[in-house]
């Protein structure tokens, strides 16, 4: 597609329920990135996926925190049990991943909106 | 990846030149500097980057010091839709790993 996709936009969920994530990155993007972002806070680095590597998964929270990608496309983001602390908006980027020296940039998607009741 | 620091906040008249800083004391040889920004309930936009040299695009002027200890991001018309939180993050070019966001410049532009 011509940008990241996320899905759902918005999720409401109840405190100790497991939700999933998707996102959908530009095509032919071999890295891909998961943010988070709590209510006036920056932006907090969870995992990264760059081709068929193994993931650097050194920002996830807790072991309540998982992430695939499938055929080095589409991401789902797993929180499992979730907690009221896990309420924020979760963001997916893409790029072209980096090698050969060249620079490149994110692009990222709208994000997804959870809540934890 | 170096560390950056922002205002936490700044004002700008609508039509004027909106001139945010960015220190980045302990940048290295190889790192670059990004801007990017975050206009409310959206994901963050990619606005410009560059090594030591200034750049310019259709969005921003970039401008970095020869020391490139600090840089600045000029938007020479700021319009009331530019009303964003802008990051500025160093980081080597062709690591592929993470940005760091720190918690940027939440920049108003006043009708």
């Known amino acids: 597609g011509a940008g990241v996709s996320q899905s759902p936009s918005n999720k409401v969920t109840e405190k100790g329920k497991d939700v999933e994530l998707r996102c959908d990155p530009i095509?032919?993007?071999?890295?891909l990135y998961w943010y988070r972002q709590s209510l006036g806070q920056g932006l907090e680095f969870l995992i990264y996926f760059q081709g068929n590597s193994a993931p650097d998964k050194s920002g996830l929270p807790s072991d309540r925190f998982s992430a695939e990608r499938t055929g080095g496309s589409v991401s789902t983001l797993t929180i499992q049990r979730t907690q009221q602390e896990d309420s924020a908006v979760y963001l997916c980027?893409?790029?072209?991943?980096?090698?050969?020296?060249?620079?490149?940039?994110?692009?990222f998607g709208s994000g997804t909106r959870l809540t934890v009741v | 990846d170096a560390k950056t620091t922002q205002p936490t906040s700044m004002d700008c008249a609508e039509g004027r030149a909106a001139n945010l800083p960015c220190n980045h004391s302990t940048i290295s040889g190889n790192e670059y500097v990004y801007w990017y920004r975050q206009i409310h309930s959206q994901g963050p936009q990619y606005i410009i980057h560059?090594?030591?040299n200034n750049e310019t695009n259709e969005m921003a002027s970039l401008i970095i010091t020869e020391d490139r200890k600090s840089s600045t991001l000029i938007l020479p018309h700021a319009t009331l839709r530019d009303t964003a939180v802008y990051y500025c993050?160093?980081?080597?070019?062709?690591?592929?790993?993470?940005?760091?966001f720190g918690t940027g410049t939440s920049l108003t532009v006043i009708p």
């Open positions: 980027a893409s790029s072209l991943g980096g090698t050969g020296g060249k620079v490149y940039g994110y692009t």
């Open positions: 095509s032919g993007h071999t890295a």
């Open positions: 560059g090594l030591k």
């Open positions: 993050i160093v980081r080597v070019s062709n690591t592929g790993n993470q940005f760091y």
